[in-house]
């Protein structure tokens, strides 16, 4: 069974820095690999979705990349804001409905 | 935008109850998924749906039962609620082609006491 570890569980950064969450996974034999946000009490936004041809995606300070062949992904926050504090978890697809998630990290961006 | 909504944010029910929680998507698409949340453990399938009238189950289906008559519209339902039901329950949905990206829902929070 697929198995998504995501470290570390909580990360603490000060506000301009730029920073880098983990992504594992046990199978390499994926379909897509989506990052989202969850805030407090909240249901998870999309952030970006890798798909497995790909090796990474940008969207504004957010950049996703992908090595299928070592099991990980990493998102990289760049000039991180207070605003980007929230919980970031990341999702593997085997087959466009079997999804894996990890336990998330939790980020706090201190202004 | 696509959208999903979820028909309560909270709820509180006692046990033995029967609930249902429902999903709605506005984007025509085919999979529909329900998960629970809880600390510690992620996120957890209890089941999915490609069709109408079509389900699957997840990793943790026992007490739950779900309904899709119509595309748009995925039921969850707790036979008979039990305190250990007490979770966070998201929906979601994505397309069957495609990047299959997964769209969320903002989430219900269940109590069962």
């Known amino acids: 069974k697929q198995e998504v570890t995501q470290i570390p569980a909580a990360l603490s950064v000060p506000e301009g820095e730029n920073l880098v969450l983990n992504c594992s996974f046990t199978?390499?034999?994926?379909?897509?690999l989506q990052w989202f946000r969850q805030d407090p009490g909240k249901g998870l936004t999309s952030l970006l979705l890798?798909?497995?041809?790909?090796r990474e995606q940008t969207s504004g300070r957010l950049n996703a990349s992908l090595d299928k062949s070592s099991g990980r992904s990493t998102l990289y926050i760049a000039a991180s804001q207070p605003g980007d504090s929230a919980t970031y978890l990341c999702?593997?697809?085997?087959?466009?409905?079997?999804?894996?998630f990890g336990t998330g990290t939790s980020l706090t961006v201190i202004p | 935008d696509v959208k999903v909504t979820q028909s309560s944010r909270y709820l509180v029910k006692r046990t033995g109850e029967k609930v249902f929680l429902e999903c709605v998507q506005d984007m025509d698409h085919e999979n529909m998924f329900w998960y629970r949340q809880d600390p510690g453990l992620g996120l957890r399938l209890i089941y999915f749906s490609y069709d109408v009238k079509m389900k699957e189950k997840g990793d943790i289906p026992e007490g739950y039962s779900v309904s899709r008559e119509k595309k748009e519209r995925f039921s969850l339902i707790l036979e008979s609620a039990s305190t250990n039901q007490t979770s966070m329950y998201l929906c979601?949905?994505?397309?069957?082609?495609?990047?299959?990206?997964?769209?969320f829902g903002p989430g219900t929070r269940l109590t069962v006491t």
């Open positions: 979601a949905s994505n397309t069957g082609t495609g990047s299959f990206e997964q769209y």
């Open positions: 999702a593997v697809d085997l087959a466009g409905n079997q999804f894996y």
């Open positions: 890798i798909q497995s041809s790909q």
């Open positions: 199978d390499s034999a994926i379909y897509n």
